[in-house]
């Protein structure tokens, strides 16, 4: 493979010396045989070609994903297990590990390990992976730990976006629609100031896990006020802000979607990093209630999502590779026009019951975005709870006020199920 990464790769990517990894941990409970660790870590490798690439930022046209026939194993660090919180500490570690070594794989594993429970940290740089890829890695590896004989269906990347386009698409017509971007993005991001006046700060991730009895209320609540999870934890969030943050809030959430349920050729297994996203808004109406903020949320996003073109969008992004440095420096340096970007991954299908080991839990994705604004909400549900993490900058948001914003989304969230319930 010789391929360009993509624009929103490239972004990901920021630069040679800036990490920005995704750490996605599981609570293991039982025993773990190193060597089915190292098997399980080495079909995956074999399985999945990102994982046998290097990032070469020297050819001219780059940066590109090369296949690397000299690359390592994915390396595992040993670390002893001394409290439950161990997995915080050492997500917090691989945020600013650079993959720069020589032969040094896109992938690497923390084993954080005692006698009778461990946590497996998967750590990958966010250029080659979105969440649906971080959860079918870890499913794979905990499948193979526990099995380490199955075989595991290698596929073959492709070597340009161009080979992810349908018949249908019009290529002749995008072009020149692609050329048109390229002036107006050019334009855009050359009137935009890049100067960053704010440091470094200091990143943090806030974590907390709701009881089944909650989590189930919550699904059940949102069904039967014809709306749904994710639209109600956007107003609770959007909610907190308004509340916490005052004339500061925006009033604005950002949505990732997952890609693949628009391009089929990206499969549910395939190593992916963009996320198409959708921004969504309270109604300005304050007479409006929770639950009709809810119902207007979750019509706003199907609506955007029925409009979406991903593959438009995918096509014209490859127009902007000349204005992506100052994209980055835009990121770094503006405040954003949002109050946080929530990624809802839904329930986790990973098996809880294997042969040797059981999965007690696992902890929502951590990343540290060198954004200025890094805001970010990631939740998960696993065995009937939901988990959440959320992380930013104390340059954009101190760790406290964040505090406060998960309290009072969280008050407001079980105050309203508990007003409809009664209802």
């Given at each position: 493979m010789k391929r360009k990464l993509m624009m929103v790769e490239r972004i990901m990517h920021v630069d040679a010396s800036t990490p920005l990894n995704c750490v996605f941990t599981v609570k293991i409970v039982g025993s773990i045989n190193p060597e089915n660790l190292h098997i399980a870590l080495t079909k995956v490798q074999q399985k999945h070609p990102l994982l046998r690439v290097r990032i070469d930022e020297e050819q001219e046209g780059g940066p590109y994903f090369i296949t690397n026939k000299h690359v390592r194993s994915i390396p595992i660090r040993i670390t002893e297990r001394l409290t439950d919180d161990?997995?915080?500490?050492?997500?917090?570690?691989?945020?600013?590990?650079?993959?720069d070594g020589d032969n040094v794989p896109l992938a690497r594993v923390v084993w954080i390990r005692s006698a009778s429970v461990s946590e497996l940290l998967l750590v990958m740089p966010h250029c080659v992976c979105d969440g649906g890829t971080c959860a079918a890695l870890l499913g794979e590896i905990l499948s193979l730990l526990d099995n380490p004989e199955q075989e595991l269906d290698t596929y073959t990347s492709f070597n340009s976006v161009q080979e992810l386009m349908p018949e249908s698409f019009d290529i002749a017509k995008n072009k020149r629609k692609g050329r048109i971007y390229s002036f107006l993005g050019r334009l855009f991001f050359?009137?935009?100031?890049?100067?960053?006046?704010?440091?470094?700060?200091?990143?943090?991730a806030i974590h907390w896990k709701?009881?089944?009895?909650?989590?189930v209320a919550i699904?059940?609540?949102?069904?039967?006020?014809?709306t749904t999870i994710?639209?109600?934890?956007?107003?609770?969030?959007?909610?907190?802000f308004q509340e916490v943050r005052g004339v500061k809030a925006r009033g604005k959430v950002i949505s990732p979607v997952d890609i693949r349920r628009f391009i089929p050729a990206i499969k549910p297994d395939t190593m992916f990093a963009f996320a198409p996203i959708v921004e969504l808004t309270l109604d300005k109406d304050h007479n409006k209630g929770f639950w009709e903020q809810a119902r207007k949320i979750k019509t706003d996003l199907t609506a955007k999502i029925e409009t979406m073109n991903a593959?438009?969008?995918?096509?014209?992004?490859?127009?902007?590779?000349?204005?992506?440095?100052?994209?980055?420096?835009?990121?770094?340096?503006?405040?954003?026009?949002?109050?946080?970007?929530?990624?809802?991954m839904g329930r986790l299908t990973i098996p809880e019951k294997y042969n040797s080991f059981e999965v007690e839990t696992i902890y929502s994705p951590t990343v540290a975005f060198p954004w200025r604004n890094p805001n970010t909400l990631v939740a998960t549900?696993?065995?009937n709870r939901m988990d959440f993490t959320f992380m930013s900058n104390d340059n954009f948001l101190e760790e406290a006020e964040a505090l406060k914003i998960k309290a009072a989304a969280m008050e407001l969230l079980f105050a309203n199920l508990q007003q409809l319930s009664h209802a």
């Open positions: 161990d997995w915080l500490k050492e997500s917090k570690t691989e945020w600013y590990k650079l993959f050359l009137l935009k100031s890049t100067r960053n006046k704010f440091g470094s700060g200091r990143n943090y709701l009881d089944e009895e909650q989590t699904a059940e609540t949102s069904k039967n006020a014809g994710h639209a109600v934890l956007c107003v609770a969030f959007l909610k907190a593959y438009e969008m995918l096509w014209m992004g490859e127009y902007m590779h000349k204005t992506v440095k100052r994209m980055i420096g835009f990121l770094k340096t503006t405040d954003g026009s949002h109050d946080v970007t929530l990624s809802n549900t696993f065995k």
